[in-house]
Nanobody, 123 residues
Framework: QVQLVESGGGLVQAGASLRLSCAAS????????MGWFRQAPGNERDFVAA????????FYANSVKGRFTISRDNAKNTVYLQMNSLKPEDTAVYYC????????????????WGQGTQVTVSS
């Protein structure tokens, strides 16, 4: 059974940093793309970042480029999202996802999703 378990969310002030973790289990993810998406109340689920597990290529939404960094630890089967210089508009539930996708920014291509972790940034 595939499981993606996010952790690391919380309440921080603008300008602070957080690191989200996504622990993956239940299968081998070497051929998968791992993505982070976020959803604020009343909004659609938006792409944040993605990493190709095998090669390590990374992709970012323009809104987080230069502030967020996605990475993975093969030994721990874990994907991270380091978030720096957080802004109030980063407030959302952050979801980890895994899939064999052709378009990394499209949520429909991902097969597995975590339960989400809340990130709240106060001004």
């Amino acid at each position: 059974q595939v499981q993606l378990v996010e952790s690391g969310g919380g309440l921080v002030q603008a300008g602070a940093s957080l690191r989200l973790s996504c622990a993956a289990s239940g299968r081998t993810f070497s051929s998968y793309v791992m993505g982070w998406f976020r959803q604020a109340p009343g909004n659609e689920r938006d792409f944040v970042a993605a990493i190709i597990w095998s090669g390590g290529d990374t992709f970012y939404a323009n809104s987080v480029k230069g502030r967020f960094t996605i990475s993975r630890d093969n030994a721990k089967n874990t994907v991270y999202l380091q978030m720096n210089s957080l802004k109030p508009e980063d407030t959302a539930v952050y979801y980890c996802a895994a899939g064999r996708v052709g378009r990394v920014a499209g949520s429909r291509g991902y097969d597995y999703w975590g339960q989400g972790t809340q990130v709240t940034v106060s001004s």
